[in-house]
């Protein structure tokens, strides 16, 4: 039996340790806080050790009642600024006096820094989808891939390629654009493998995505969101339609 008390503001909480000796209980703490550990072995005898807390913290066990009544309060706070709930008004629903606008929504499955299940649930928010029961298949397909799952669950390379610009693995993209006023909006998914791809080029890789996206992106914003093009000519600029860069 482990027990861990906060000697700076008295709360206690126990557990139990492994057989190797490792154990995780939470407790309510501050930065600097002293904490006395006390190991009860199988002897009956009380090992006592303080340390002092490195982090601070809640102390929350996961999946108890206290943790989601603090999760439903502390979303109320988040939500002014979560981007999912303004990602409807961009042209699904817009806000009174704001006209609709076309979004080019670049997404990469390899993102560790934003979990790519919250790209996803941006998209459908958002209505990249198309209508809700399109929108419902699309999720269980992405399901059903394991796309949902966090980024060191399951190896980059294994990693479902949704557009399948390369016409290898079944992907179901790219997905069709909707029509917004004469623009488009779209979401699309290069597999960049890291959150800042796009500032990178990799000319050795079967497909440079930086400059592929850097040349959807140049085009769609040039063109006011008019011009979506998802040629793989992209990814070394040969495309005819793309120009030249400047000298």
């Given at each position: 039996m482990i027990t861990v008390r906060n000697l700076a503001n008295g709360e206690e909480a126990s557990g139990v340790a492994e057989d190797s000796g490792?154990?995780?209980?939470?407790?309510?703490?501050?930065?600097?806080?002293?904490?006395?550990?006390?190991?009860?072995?199988?002897?009956?005898?009380?090992?006592?050790?303080?340390?002092?807390?490195?982090?601070?913290?809640?102390?929350?066990?996961?999946?108890t009642p206290?943790?989601?009544?603090?999760?439903?309060?502390?979303?109320?706070?988040f939500e002014p600024g979560d981007p999912v709930n303004y990602a409807p008004h961009l042209f699904l629903d817009p806000l009174p006096g704001v006209p609709p606008k076309p979004v080019l929504q670049t997404s990469d499955p390899g993102d560790f820094t934003v979990p790519?299940?919250?790209?996803?649930?941006?998209?459908?928010?958002?209505?990249?989808?198309?209508?809700?029961?399109?929108?419902l298949r699309i999720n269980d397909i992405l399901i059903d891939h394991d796309e949902m799952l966090p980024e060191g669950d399951i190896p980059y390379a294994e990693r479902w390629d949704i557009d399948d610009l390369d016409r290898n693995n079944g992907g179901i993209g790219p997905l069709p654009p909707v029509r917004v006023g004469?623009?488009?909006?779209?979401?699309?998914?290069?597999?960049?493998?890291?959150?800042?791809?796009?500032?990178?080029?990799?000319?050795?890789?079967?497909?440079?995505?930086?400059?592929?996206?850097?040349?959807?992106?140049?085009l769609y914003l040039s063109s006011f969101g008019r011009n979506l093009k998802d040629d793989l000519c992209l990814e070394d600029s040969s495309c005819p339609f793309v120009p030249p860069v400047p000298r």
């Open positions: 490792g154990f995780a209980v939470g407790i309510p703490a501050d930065v600097g806080d002293p904490l006395e550990i006390t190991l009860v072995g199988a002897d009956g005898a009380p090992h006592v050790v303080t340390v002092t807390s490195k982090h601070e913290g809640l102390g929350f066990r996961r999946n206290d943790v989601r009544r603090f999760i439903g309060l502390a979303q109320m706070v790519f299940n919250c790209h996803l649930a941006l998209a459908r928010a958002a209505g990249f989808y198309g209508d809700e029961s399109e929108a004469d623009g488009l909006s779209a979401v699309r998914f290069p597999m960049g493998i890291k959150h800042e791809f796009i500032g990178f080029s990799t000319p050795d890789a079967p497909i440079d995505w930086a400059v592929w996206a850097q040349n959807q992106i140049g």
